[in-house]
């Protein structure tokens, strides 16, 4: 299977910063990196993908990049409905794999 | 609109079996997959397999694969979750969800609102 690892694990910010959470892949997998955003007691929400095409409806201030093994999302300007668990997942190759998810909370 | 709706909680004793279902509507879901996603508490998620109704086809990751049972009733577009003998470290949220292409890897783009089983003595 393939390794997903995401870094850090929490983070806090303030309302208008810029985060940026980093996901590598323990091998290649081109593009095919996708995002969710989980909020508690709600199902993951799909947020990105093939690495940076932002899914319908998803705000503009979120955004990917990467390829190969590195990828990252970025949260610019922060919002206080950003506090959430993010959880990156490759699509490149079957089983599908998640990362272990970064907690973002807003001071 | 497209929905997946899924079987309420559960609590269980361990050895016990049990069958957690998640209803496709508002379209044609036969020619999709439906897949299973496990998340213990204060955990993340596992991708653990997927169905496609229309012919049964099943994909499961090796992780989970003789753990569980993953079917379908394409009549009624229902896939299911199956343990025949339940364990204490399967009590989680279990999601289905729906890749959002013909791809069975792909990301899911539709999900259920989870159900909770817990396994406990």
């Known amino acids: 299977d393939i390794q997903m690892t995401q870094s850090p694990s929490s983070l806090s910010a303030s309302v208008g910063d810029r985060v940026t959470i980093t996901c590598r892949a323990s091998?290649?997998?081109?593009?095919?990196l996708n995002w969710y955003q989980q909020k508690p007691g709600k199902p993951p929400k799909f947020l990105i993908y093939?690495?940076?095409s932002l899914q319908s409806g998803v705000p503009s201030r979120f955004s990917g990049s990467g390829s190969g093994t590195d990828f990252t999302l970025t949260i610019s300007n922060l919002q206080p409905e950003d506090c959430a668990t993010y959880y990156c997942?490759?699509?490149?190759?079957?089983?599908?794999?998640f990362g272990q998810g970064t907690k973002l909370e807003i001071k | 609109e497209v929905q997946l709706v899924q079987s309420g909680a559960e609590v269980k004793k361990p050895g016990e079996s049990l069958k957690i279902s998640c209803k496709g509507s508002?379209?044609?879901?036969?020619?999709?997959?439906i897949g299973w996603v496990r998340q213990m508490p204060g955990k993340g998620l596992e991708w653990m397999g997927v169905?496609?109704?229309?012919?049964?086809?099943?994909r499961y990751s090796p992780s989970f694969e003789g753990q569980v049972t993953i079917s379908a009733d394409k009549s009624i577009v229902t896939a299911y979750l199956q343990w025949s003998s339940l364990k204490a470290s399967d009590t989680a949220m279990y999601y289905c969800?729906?890749?959002?292409?013909?791809?069975?890897?792909?990301?899911?783009?539709?999900w259920g609102q989870g159900t909770m089983v817990t396994v406990s003595s």
């Open positions: 997942q490759q699509s490149y190759s079957s089983p599908p794999t």
């Open positions: 969800a729906r890749p959002w292409s013909s791809d069975f890897t792909d990301a899911f783009d539709i």
């Open positions: 169905i496609r109704p229309g012919d049964s086809s099943t």
């Open positions: 508002g379209n044609n879901f036969t020619s999709y997959w």
């Open positions: 093939t690495a940076s």
């Open positions: 091998q290649s997998i081109s593009s095919f």
